[in-house]
């Protein structure tokens, strides 16, 4: 299995927007033409998830030495095959020595989608991540950083979602943080 780094002229760019607009629901995703400007630029970096055929994506928000994963998914019919894992293995050595983190819905029982919550929280627990102790609210939703093994402050995340949401942010508004 492999993770290839992929620009808008690469053939695999129509698996991963085809599971791109799949996976995430429309109020979480950024305009292709934004990421893909965001690639352009150097800022993200667009991961095909190989094992010769196409089994995921990852998007990547990255400066100095942090890495955002702003998006990560395995193809619904590939799901529970150990991909998801494996592809993280991978990130962890293609990123070598940086601050990988991401966010996450903050679970607890007073939200509806709960269940997936907490079982996407898990499994990321499993696969290395940690609590990074800094939670915020984005879009109204309750979210917190999961980081490996350095941690990732609330100030340098909010330079990286500045970075990555660039002219987009406007539209959006910044995350907030929370207790």
């Not at 998801?84 to 939200?111: N, S």
């Amino acid at each position: 299995m492999i993770l290839r780094k992929i620009d808008g002229n690469d053939k695999a760019i129509k698996d991963v927007e085809a599971l791109y607009l799949r996976a995430f629901p429309e109020s979480e995703r950024k305009p292709l033409s934004h990421i893909l400007e965001n690639e352009r630029r150097g800022v993200t970096d667009i991961l095909s998830i190989e094992d010769g055929k196409f089994i995921g994506l990852i998007i990547t928000v990255n400066r100095d030495d942090l890495v955002l994963i702003d998006y990560f998914a395995v193809d619904d019919s590939l799901r529970g095959g150990g991909y998801g894992g494996k592809a993280i293995g991978l990130m962890r050595e293609m990123y070598a020595g940086k601050r990988i983190f991401l966010e996450i819905e903050l679970p607890g029982k007073e939200y509806e989608n709960n269940v997936q919550r907490t079982r996407r929280k898990d499994f990321y627990l499993r696969n290395g991540l940690k609590e990074g102790g800094t939670r915020m609210k984005i879009y109204d939703t309750d979210m917190e950083l999961l980081v490996f093994d350095k941690p990732v402050g609330f100030g340098e995340y909010l330079e990286l979602f500045r970075l990555g949401m660039g002219d987009f942010i406007k539209i959006t508004g910044e995350p907030e943080e929370i207790d």
